[in-house]
């Protein structure tokens, strides 16, 4: 029998590293990056209605000011399940809210996931099966399962997770005690982890009983917990900003870890679109694009009557969208978003974000 699993998504990011296809209210959750027509968002939702058992029991938190967004990319989604942040204040304070709210209706005992918005899964089957082993888990004991997904490269731009002593088997996937959450590391220490073949990436995917979690927050965030509890949205803004792993992961005694085969991104720039994309063509394109002498190129426009027309280039992304042109060098498309919030303090440039 299957574990029916609550999963929420978060939506509240704004995806600045995709400036400027992605802007304030068409953020990167909104986009279509992978050629399948639909949206991360969307596909996210896809991937977890089954799970779910029908969209009256999907959820998603996000920001005032992409709501209405939401509403239109998922209209099946109830009203209800909307979750409405006035003002951004990290992914503890989302997970907290959403917690509490769902627990208001579904009680306690309910199997909560949580889910970013924005994250490509190349096979699905596999993802659920993971996701019904950690359901499962989460039922059986006091536990809060985070899904560690399985390095194939030292990345530093990712948190690290290390696996302690198996705690259960489920189906054949192994569930772990967390020894210990590392935040990006450096690149020697990243390998060194991944030589260990005791790490792997923190997805930033958890799945729990909602009781669990509330009583664990109370331990570690009694203020946050408090504030939300009395106040709901209104408490935002006396909340400091602050992620679920400062606040809790990396305290908690309840962490555990099911390591994760099912490929994935979390698309974070640029380069991981073409990571999904790249062929035997060594360019990737979106939209008409005549070049010479031009390699290992992203390039894209949102203009289906735009032509990019590339010569001799190499290694560069070119986006343009709307009033806007970007180039950049692959190997500095993390500094898109310095760019962005430049851009926020000149009034005369706030239109572009």
């Known amino acids: 029998m299957k574990t029916q699993l609550i999963p929420i998504i978060l939506a509240g990011g704004k995806g600045e590293r995709f400036w400027p296809v992605s802007r304030l209210k068409r953020p990167k959750q909104f986009l279509c990056l992978d050629g399948s027509g639909r949206s991360l968002l969307q596909a996210t939702a896809d991937r977890l209605l089954d799970l779910a058992q029908g969209w009256e029991n999907l959820w998603v938190i996000t920001s005032a000011i992409i709501a209405e967004g939401v509403r239109k990319q998922l209209p099946k989604l109830p009203e209800s399940n909307v979750l409405v942040e006035p003002e951004g204040r990290d992914t503890a304070a989302a997970v907290a809210w959403a917690t509490l709210e769902v627990s208001k209706k579904y009680g306690k005992d309910a199997i909560v996931g949580f889910f970013p918005a924005d994250h490509w899964i190349g096979d699905t089957a596999a993802y659920i ?97 408090r504030l939300l509890s009395e106040k709901g949205q209104d408490a935002y803004a006396e909340l400091k900003k602050q992620s679920i792993d400062y606040a809790l992961m990396e305290k908690t005694q309840l962490a555990y870890v099911l390591p994760a085969n099912f490929g994935w991104d979390d698309l974070g720039d640029w380069n991981g679109v073409e990571r999904l994309l790249k062929g035997d063509n060594s360019n990737v394109e979106f939209g008409t694009h005549i070049g010479k002498d031009t390699k290992n190129t992203i390039i894209y426009t949102s203009d289906d009557d735009e032509v990019i027309v590339t010569i001799g280039l190499k290694d560069v992304v070119i986006v343009r969208d709307g009033n806007v042109t970007l180039v950049v060098d692959k190997d500095h498309t993390q500094d898109i978003k310095q760019v962005v919030k430049s851009l926020e303090n000149e009034p005369h440039f706030k239109h572009l974000l």
């Open 129 to 225: 099966k993971t996701l019904q082993a950690a359901a499962t888990e989460a039922a059986t004991e006091a536990s809060i399962v985070t899904l560690g997904i399985k390095p194939n490269q030292p990345a530093t731009g990712y948190g690290y997770i290390e696996q302690g002593v198996e705690q259960a088997n489920i189906n054949g996937l192994p569930v772990y005690k967390v020894t210990r959450f590392t935040e990006k590391p450096d690149q020697k220490t990243a390998q060194s982890f991944i030589d260990t073949g005791k790490f792997s990436w923190n997805s930033g995917i958890f799945i729990f009983r909602a009781g669990v979690v509330l009583d664990e927050l109370q331990k570690y965030t009694p203020d946050l917990l």
